[in-house]
């Protein structure tokens, strides 16, 4: 029971960061970035609000709170790669990711909006990561959350991999639910 409620929880599993990260690495998770708002957009096709408003495990976050959340964290990822790129070593501002899924726009808005804004996002912050350097990716900025120090090329390998852990909620959730 405790092994199902993980796979529910983390379905390709926790984000690893590779101990050397190459350009090879960034160029894949960069096309895993690029194609997430399309692959979003498709795995929410045609779901009405009840498929919508169903949580992918129980106790977790509905389709419509997952797609929202995604676009939120998103937007504060390319916030602290501008930070970091701009500043030396910024202090990011964390936030209260359940207590925004938590919002009314975040359980009840249609989820049109959040992909519109992640297409939008995601083709800048792309333009953005191909743009930049070996010693702009190892740029870096601390999270006081879990007082640790994250170069840029890490979380561009921990927003491959939270694009990804999130859609495969929702994919997974469809299977299961065969819809």
Avoid: C
Avoid at 39 to 46: F, Q, W
Avoid at 99 to 125: C, F, P, Q, V, Y
Avoid at 126 to 148: A, D, I, K, N, W
């Amino acid at each position: 029971m405790e092994f199902e409620l993980e796979k529910l929880k983390y379905p390709i599993g926790k984000f690893e960061s590779p101990d050397q990260i190459t350009a090879e690495q960034r160029v894949q998770w960069i096309a895993q970035v690029a194609s997430l708002p399309r692959r979003l957009a498709e795995a929410a096709n045609g779901l009405s609000n009840e498929q919508l408003d169903t949580p992918y495990r129980e106790g977790g976050w509905t389709v419509r709170q997952v797609v929202h959340h995604v676009a939120d964290s998103h937007m504060n990822s390319v916030f602290r790669f501008r930070l970091a790129l701009t500043e030396d070593h910024p202090t990011i501002r964390p936030y209260d990711e359940v207590s925004w899924a938590e919002l009314s726009d975040a359980k009840t808005s249609a989820i049109g909006n959040s992909l519109s804004l992640l297409a939008s996002l995601h083709e800048r912050w792309v333009e953005l990561l191909t743009s930049m350097t070996e010693e702009q990716y190892s740029r870096t900025f601390f999270h006081p959350g879990s007082q640790q120090t994250v170069r840029l090329d890490t979380n561009l390998g921990l927003y491959a991999w939270h694009g990804n852990h999130h859609l495969a909620h929702v994919t997974m959730l469809k299977e299961r639910m065969g819809w």
